[in-house]
């Protein structure tokens, strides 16, 4: 018998796996189901997964379990929740033997792992043999070993996760959960956009394209020119200050949290805390982000703030590290 150790992301846009043996897989954390009989006849499935859903999403409805940051309880996004796991374990670990064992530590949105740990055992039932349930930025601590007072900022699609180490289990009150993240940019991007070219053709995909591409929280930027439509006809655009406008609508309330987290903390390490923020997730690819971040603190007394290196596996990479290292009484059994 083998036991195989697994690190999983259950994001809120994103999922990432991180094994034992090497392995690292990425996927959508999105199921969709066909949305009538003439796309379940031509797409032959019950379900499809990731970016084979997203490429065939408008003849399925989508279902994104975790957008919010909190896993919906209804049957369906159980069900959803519990296809997207099991089916980036199967790729994982394609030579996995029935008489095997998996140890899963998975982590998900901070609120997710408070209000839905329960029900995220229960659905990992006959998918894995062990499981431990944590909180993304946790995970992300661990993966850089940062157990000393430090504070996480995991800049998701849902959700942005705040998690503050003090070199022990963090609990609920060192955890915030802002829905100012990715998604809340794509809004404020769009709706940017379309206020100063109001003719222009926007979808999700090619807001979110411009964004990694191009956004950016500094003072000043070469502009930026994207190519657009207006009925069809393509034209360039020049978004520089409404891009960066937009970005930096994420950046203030980011900061506020952060200083809650630090003036709730004990008073001799607020210093300490303040000046090891470390930033991660997809969000902190945005350029400038962290001297961003940085400059609001000025405004409660300034603090040092960095960013991951490896922002899509940070996550994984921690839940694996704690996967192997977590003594027995924090696992559950399954
Ligand atoms: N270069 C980038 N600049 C800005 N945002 C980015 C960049 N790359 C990814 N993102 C955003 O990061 C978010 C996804 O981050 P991720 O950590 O994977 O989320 P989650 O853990 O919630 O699934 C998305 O909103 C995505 O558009
Ligand atoms: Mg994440």
Same mark, same amino acid.
Do not use: R
């Given at each position: 018998m083998t036991i195989f150790h697994v690190g999983i992301d259950l994001g809120t846009s994103r999922t990432t796996l991180t094994t034992s043996t090497g392995q690292r897989l990425t996927t959508m954390s999105c199921v969709g189901y066909p949305k009538d009989v003439i796309s379940q006849k031509r797409l032959k499935k019950d379900h499809l997964l990731g970016a084979e859903a997203l490429n065939n999403r408008l003849s399925l409805n989508l279902i994104w379990p975790l957008a919010d940051g909190v896993m919906r309880e209804d049957a369906l996004s159980v069900a959803s929740t519990k296809l997207i796991l099991q089916d980036i374990i199967a790729q994982a670990l394609p030579e996995k033997s029935a008489n095997d064992q998996i140890y899963a530590a998975i982590g998900v949105p901070a609120q997710a792992s408070i209000s839905n740990k329960k029900a995220l055992i229960t659905l990992s039932q006959g998918l894995v043999d062990k499981i431990l349930v944590v909180s993304e930025p946790f995970a992300v601590a661990y993966s850089i070993d940062r157990f000393d007072e430090c504070l996480i900022v995991d800049i998701g699609a849902g959700t942005t996760d705040l998690c503050r180490m003090h070199g022990s289990m963090p609990d609920a009150d060192d955890q915030r959960t802002l829905t100012y993240a990715g998604n809340f940019l794509d809004n404020e991007l769009t709706q940017a956009i379309l206020h100063k070219f109001p003719k222009v053709q926007l979808t999700p995909q090619i807001i979110k394209r411009i964004k990694e591409k191009h956004g950016f929280v500094y003072d000043v930027s070469e502009p930026v020119l994207v190519k657009l439509t207006e009925q069809g006809i393509p034209k360039e655009y020049d978004i520089t200050d409404v891009l960066r406008a937009s970005c930096l609508k994420l950046t203030d309330p980011i900061s506020q949290a952060v200083q809650q987290l630090v003036g709730s903390f004990d008073p001799d390490f607020q210093e300490k805390l303040r000046n090891n923020v470390i930033v991660a997730g997809g969000g902190s690819r945005l350029k400038g982000i962290d001297n961003a971040i940085e400059k609001s603190l000025g405004a409660y007394g $300034?603090? @040092? %703030?960095? !960013? %991951?290196?490896? +922002?899509?596996?940070? $996550? @994984? %990479?921690? +839940?694996?590290?704690? !996967?192997v290292e977590m003594p027995e009484d924090y696992w559950e059994n399954l």
């Open positions: $300034g603090g @040092s %703030v960095t !960013c %991951v290196q490896d +922002a899509e596996y940070c $996550g @994984s %990479v921690g +839940a694996l590290k704690m !996967c």
